[in-house]
Structure formats: C-alpha cells, structure tokens
Nanobody, 126 residues
C-alpha cells in the first residue's frame, strides 16, 4: 500500500512562483521514481516532470515547462518538490503527484506510475 500526499497549490499572477510538495510512503514497499502530472479543464492529463529513484536522480521535463520548472527530492527520496517559476496562465491546472514502488529490491522490476495523489489546484492569472 502506497500513500501519496501533496500540497502547495494556490493562485498566483503570471510571472510568479510556486512550489509544490509531495510525500510518498509505504509500510511494505520501497519508493523509487516520482513525478508530477497536470490536467487543465477539458484537457487530458499530461506529464510535467519526473525524477528517478535509482541513485542518479535523472530528471525529465515536458517541453512546455523546461527551463521554468525544477523537480527535486530529499536525500531519503520519499519527498519531491516542483519549483515553478515564471508561471504562465497556460500552467493553470490540477497538479498530481505520483510514485513508482518496488516489491523486492530490483529497480528493474519497479511498478508503473499508479499511485496518484489527490491533486492540488494551481491557478495563474493574467
């Protein structure tokens, strides 16, 4: 069982900044990769950024946020942050956190992203 808790959403003006936080925990699984998705009204959910949990900390960003958003995680790798700078109105969406977990010890056998948080609303005004 994996629990994902996120926070940090709010309303800001264009050009402003916001930082989202997400913590994933489990009593029986190990948490590995984590990431952020978002869903705007009338749109499908899209990937925003991910960060690996295998030790190299490799990150991936959607083209629409590259250079403005930064994903990071704590040393224990159970909490991730999404620093959002120079926000634009088109960034308005519900932002969701997700995490991959491992039943054993092999990173290659990690589960897919199927542990969704509740979502947090980000609104950027003109």
């Amino acid at each position: 069982q994996v629990q994902v808790v996120e926070s940090g959403g709010g309303s800001v003006q264009a050009g402003g900044s916001l930082r989202l936080s997400c913590t994933a925990s489990s009593t029986i699984f190990s948490i590995t990769d984590m990431g952020w998705w978002r869903q705007a009204p009338g749109k499908q959910r899209e990937l925003v950024a991910t960060i690996s949990g295998d030790g190299n900390g490799e990150t991936h960003y959607a083209d629409s946020v590259a250079g403005r958003f930064t994903i990071s995680r704590t040393t224990d790798e159970d909490t991730v942050y999404l620093q959002m700078n120079n926000l634009k109105p088109e960034d308005t969406a519900i932002y969701y956190c997700n995490a991959r977990h491992i039943q054993g010890t092999r990173y290659e056998n990690r589960h897919e992203y199927d542990n969704w948080g509740q979502g947090t609303q980000v609104t950027v005004t003109s």
